[in-house]
Nanobody, 116 residues
Framework: QVHVVESGGGLVQPGGSLTLSCTAS????????MGWYRQAPGKEREMVAT???????KYADSAEGRFTISRESGWNTMYLQMKSLKPEDTAVYYC??????????WGQGTQVTVSS
């Protein structure tokens, strides 16, 4: 079983920065993709950024140029550095780990609120 836990959410002013962290534990498969997703009130959950255990990254258009996803060398800790935050970035952010069989594991989510 794999467990993922997010941390680092909070309230930030527009234009500010915030870094989210996610730690995976348990029987982590050798091949996996970790990612950040978010869900705003009344909207569907959407992909923000993903990173493979080989370091390949993918970003949503809304995150490109403002957000940076990274993983520690041990591969079980992931970060999302967010800069130039906008009110429309307000959402619950979820950590996801997907293995080679497309089995997914989700964290409980962390709230990010961008407001003055």
């Amino acid at each position: 079983q794999v467990h993922v836990v997010e941390s680092g959410g909070g309230l930030v002013q527009p234009g500010g920065s915030l870094t989210l962290s996610c730690t995976a534990s348990g029987s982590i498969p050798g091949f996996n993709v970790m990612g950040w997703y978010r869900q705003a009130p009344g909207k569907e959950r959407e992909m923000v950024a993903t990173i493979t255990n080989a370091g390949w990254t993918k970003y949503a258009d809304s995150a490109e140029g403002r957000f940076t996803i990274s993983r520690e060398s041990g591969w079980n800790t992931m970060y999302l550095q967010m800069k130039s935050l906008k009110p429309e970035d307000t959402a619950v952010y979820y950590c996801n780990l997907r293995d080679g069989r497309n089995v997914e594991y989700w964290g409980q989510g962390t709230q990010v609120t961008v407001s003055s």
